[in-house]
């Protein structure tokens, strides 16, 4: 369903309000960072969140104030216009009632400066599109007055984006979208291309004019959704839009207003002369006459407008749905180009073809890091971002392709030390081995779950995770995997257990591994009288609060003599100290191991890696009772992993 995109309504939409707009001194950008550019709600199945683009901001911010200021919840309906020189006024093709709403409309438009700016500001956009949504209108039986829909949502920008999703000039979410014909991928987004957008536009509306049997209720469905005015339907047992709009329960404030704002902008479209937004008083952008150009290979729009001759922005606009502003890799596409410049481009195809010699396509894997992409095919991240139009990592997932120099490549990894993998236990089954999977910033819970054809459950299992929490990039979680499962074949990125370095999180291995790499040793001093954090960490280059968190002690803590103090020392700093006593076995560490197998299978020891920690003394090893399968029994992870874990089946957690 299409959502209400912009503030149109009384008062900024709570989706919608900006930190800076709450908080005085608040930095969006400083916001966005700190989330990891993603949506102020994304969940963890969401890995990046596209920022919101709204040129007409400031002057929606106006409508809202004065939607807030002036409309009231209720629109009465009144008989007739109430001001002579609305008497006068041509109507629209659109069913027009008189109300509060439409006559506060009209004069917000034409009376009021800040009004009479947007409207000028809309109607000298719409001339590039209006006569083409208009003819789109007409083919489909819609009415023409319905061109104004566009002006609301997007006031003629195809390239809109709101913050809660919805984009292109009609504004819809991907949902919709796609139920219309408009699909979304990493290049391409058709819900921006102003021709398409509106066929599906005006079959959308066609679809709700059907449903509901008035352009009111359709507009009003458009607006906040059919569900939600079907049930206010039922609710109140009428199909008058009127009626509900007076209802204290009845509609949306923001759809109340949506339907006479749109009827509104019509009135004021068919008289323009008289209003004062004639040819006289406002210089519309003229219509662009268009031509299709066929690009074989990827090719940047920049690079088209200036064979072309034209303005790169002309070109982007009218390109809207080529999202990353060139053409994708790999396919024959049609490029919008301005009639004179498409005979220049055709003249020049030569020029083309010796660019696109110098390049091939790049298919990303699940785990794949750009850096490591960039790096097997000799150019530096940025020049990858920057010739794909990567704004964010987290876009590039599975089976995306992308542009990068032909010729020679470097072997995945070439050089790569042994990363670290600090896992909790873990015993696999018969006919399985263990793998690494590193996170990414494009890594969610579906797509590990759909490349490694398990489940979120399982991950979580393994790897005792928060199954609330998100991914970072950089960890690696271990999988079991059927013998012969094939990464490749699954375009996903592995570590194999021989290329990593496996400790079990938590245990002595782990801390001394950890600490290796960055130079330092896991030692002991023993306290002598009158020592304190504070006096042994100036020994040792820590600070008392470091000692403090290494020895699990309150920051006042007092130190008995002969005490052992762990410390993190540089390989020069080792002599006067001790060897360390075993770290504090972590609550979670048997996670994973402690799940006892639901497919029959009794648990390999063989295959268990030998840096498994052994079972906790006191403990009895689950075996499989004579004469049948395991009962199904398990203790829980000390992390709440899951409401329950997964059932039968193979890949179930050891």
Known sequence: MLALLFALASGVPQAHVRAADAVPGASDDGRRRVRGDRGERASIHAAWTPPAFDPDRADRDALAAFESEVLAPTQTIVSSAPEPWMKALTMPDLPVRWNRGLVEYLRYFTKDPRGIAMMWAWLCCAGRYEAMVERILVQHDVPVGLVWVVMAESGFHPRVRSAAGAAGPWQFMEGTGGVYGLSKSYWIDWRFDIERSTVAAANYLQDLRVRFGSWELALAAYNAGYGLVTTSIERHNTNNFWALAELESGLPHATVNYVPKIVAAAIIARNRDALGFGSADISPLPPVEWVDVEVAKSTPL????????????????????????????????????????ATRIGKARPELEAQWTGEAVHVAREGERLAAIAARHGISEKELRGRNGIRDAAEIGAGVALVVPAGARTADGQGDPRPLAAVPPMTLGKAERLVFFEATRATTTASIARAFGTTWEHVVAWNDLDPHARLQPGQLLQLAVASEFDAAAKGVVVHELGA??????????????????????????????????????????????????????????ALETGELVIVYVDEARRKG????????????????????????????????PATTAPPKPGTKPTTKPAGGAPKATRRAPSTPASSRLPGQGRGAPP
């Open 577 to 608: 100290t001790l060897e360390a006593p075993s770290p504090r076995r972590p609550s979670t560490a048997d996670a994973a191991a402690s799940i006892v197998r639901h497919d029959g299978d009794a648990p390999a020891s063989a295959s268990t």
């Open 500 to 557: 990593v370095h496996r400790v079990v999180r938590g245990s002595r291995e782990h801390i001394e591994a950890s600490l290796a790499l960055r130079g330092k040793s896991r030692r002991a001093i023993k306290a002598r009288r009158g020592d304190t954090l504070a006096s042994i960490g100036r020994r040792v280059d820590l600070t008392d609060g470091d000692l403090a968190r290494i020895n699990g002690y309150p920051r006042d803590h």
């Open 302 to 341: 920049a690079e088209l407008a200036r064979i072309g001759g034209v303005d790169v922005d002309l070109v982007a606009e009218l390109n809207a749905h080529l999202v990353r502003g060139r053409t994708p890799p790999g396919v024959v596409t049609k490029v919008r180009m301005p009639r004179a410049a």
